[in-house]
Antibody, heavy 115, light 107 residues
Framework: QVQLKETGPGLVQPTQTLSITCTVS????????MQWVRQTPGKGLEWMGF???????EYNSEFKSRLSISRDTSKNQVFLKMNSLKTEDTGVYYC?????????WGQGVMVTVSS | DIQMTQSPSFLSASVGDRVTINCKAS??????LDWYQQKHGEAPKLLIY???NLQTGIPSRFSGSGSGTDYTLTISSLQPEDVATYFC?????????FGAGTKLELK
């Protein structure tokens, strides 16, 4: 059974770095692209970037300067790191597995950026 | 970037009504358009992928159509459990972009 679960800090202070882990089961990260999407009150749903099955990455230029996506295939985990957080980065962050023509989404993790 | 203009933003309809939601892309997206349903506090749920392919387990009252820049999600007979917000997603070119959403309520 395919499962994706995001875990994160919940609360992050402005200017700090956000780290979120997506732990997957039921499939191999070396066979699928893994996407990151966020949903914020200000901008709605935004595609952030992905890591390919081969390990290379691509980012939305909106985030490129402060976003990093990586993975540990031995632990079945994908990581999102974003620095220089602002209050506008408050929202729900999702990882998703891209299959042919469709995505399987995790439940999402809420992140609040506040001092 | 491809802009997705979704309409209407808000829709009120009665049980049994036929409902249509539209997404217009700022350029041709070659049918790489998905539709999602999101209920409060939940992750988006895929309904339709690549314009007109019904995701496994989704009721057949949901359908999609379109080509080029114009796409439509249709609910043939609205049910109470369809109350939700609906989004389109284009994955024709990066950055992938979403519509702003349509909030569907019961009249």
């Amino acid at each position: 059974q395919v499962q994706l679960k995001e875990t994160g800090p919940g609360l992050v202070q402005p200017t700090q770095t956000l780290s979120i882990t997506c732990t997957v089961s039921g499939f191999s990260l070396t066979s699928y692209y893994m996407q990151w999407v966020r949903q914020t009150p200000g901008k709605g749903l935004e595609w952030m970037g992905f890591i390919r099955s081969g390990g290379s990455t691509e980012y939305n230029s909106e985030f490129k300067s402060r976003l990093s996506i990586s993975r540990d295939t031995s632990k079945n985990q994908v990581f999102l790191k974003m620095n220089s957080l602002k209050t506008e980065d408050t929202g729900v962050y999702y990882c998703a597995r891209e299959r042919t023509g469709s995505w399987d989404w995790g439940q999402g993790v809420m992140v609040t950026v506040s001092s | 970037d491809i802009q997705m203009t979704q309409s209407p933003s808000f829709l009120s309809a009665s049980v049994g009504d036929r409902v249509t939601i539209n997404c217009k892309a700022s350029q041709n997206i070659n049918k790489y358009l998905d539709w999602y349903q999101q209920k409060h506090g939940e992750a988006p749920k895929l309904l339709i992928y690549n314009t007109n392919n019904l995701q496994t387990g989704i009721p057949s009252r949901f359908s999609g159509s379109g080509s080029g820049t114009d796409y439509t999600l249709t609910i043939s007979s609205l049910q109470p459990e369809d109350v939700a917000t609906y989004f389109c997603l284009q994955h024709s070119s990066r950055p992938y972009t979403f519509g702003a959403g349509t909030k569907l309520e019961l009249k």
